[in-house]
T-cell receptor, first 116, second 110 residues
Framework: GAGVSQSPSNKVTEKGKDVELRCDPI?????LYWYRQSLGQGLEFLIY????????KSGLPSDRFSAERTGGSVSTLTIQRTQQEDSAVYLC??????????????FGEGSWLTVV | AQRVTQPEKLLSVFKGAPVELKCNYS??????LFWYVQYSRQRLQLLLR??SRESIKGFTADLNKGETSFHLKKPFAQEEDSAMYYC????????????FGKGTKLSVKP
């Protein structure tokens, strides 16, 4: 596709419910990233995929958060038993290879999650 | 620990004035640094990277390893420069992600 695509763009959910956020990276990009953007907190790294494997899960804030990537393409970020502090914009990004070494990371428009 | 610090949450200047957005980093390895920009209602996008030593939209940034800084500069600010600016550090190696600062909101007044 032309860019990183994320869905849904907006999601309002009740506390305690599970949510799934989807990311469609740029075609051919092997690296995929999830970040969380909260007011006043900047961008918080969550997880990084190289192909289908996730060598770096260090940023996942709790075991309620999980992510998977299938076919080296689409990724899903799942938040179980959502809490109000999970409210944020969840950004997905992709790059041709891992970041650095001159590779540019391209971001999606984000999924705005509100937990009420 | 790796860290990116942007000391100013908000920077307000008048059109035509010089602007400098500060960024300091903490990293024991060889850093690769970037500036990303997010205009209102748009997605986050790369502005420039230090390895390219380029000028984009009149902005430049020089990596100063002695001061561990990567400040973003523009001699004459324009209203369309108003946006959120993020400094980012690539860890490289087996870690593929970027570490971002908390961002500086630049407001250019007419």
């Amino acid at each position: 596709g032309a860019g990183v695509s994320q869905s849904p763009s907006n999601k309002v959910t009740e506390k305690g419910k599970d949510v799934e956020l989807r990311c469609d990276p740029i075609s051919g990009h092997t690296a995929l990233y999830w970040y969380r953007q909260s007011l006043g907190q900047g961008l918080e790294f969550l997880i990084y995929f190289q192909g289908n494997s996730a060598p770096d899960k260090s940023g996942l804030p709790s075991d309620r958060f999980s992510a998977e990537r299938t076919g080296g393409s689409v990724s899903t970020l799942t938040i179980q038993r959502t809490q109000q502090e999970d409210s944020a914009v969840y950004l997905c990004a992709s790059s041709l290879m891992r970041s650095g070494y001159g590779n540019t990371i391209y971001f999606g428009e984000g999924s705005w999650l509100t937990v009420v | 620990a790796q860290r990116v610090t942007q000391p100013e949450k908000l920077l307000s200047v008048f059109k035509g004035a010089p602007v400098e957005l500060k960024c300091n980093y903490s990293y024991s390895g060889s850093p690769e640094l970037f500036w990303y920009v997010q205009y209102s209602r748009q997605r986050l996008q790369l502005l420039l990277r230090h390895i390219s030593r380029e000028s984009i939209k009149g902005f430049t940034a020089d990596l100063n390893k002695g001061e561990t800084s990567f400040h973003l500069k523009k001699p004459f600010a324009q209203e369309e420069d108003s946006a959120m600016y993020y400094c980012a550090l690539s860890l490289g190696g087996s870690q593929g992600n970027l570490i971002f600062g908390k961002g500086t909101k630049l407001s250019v007044k007419p």
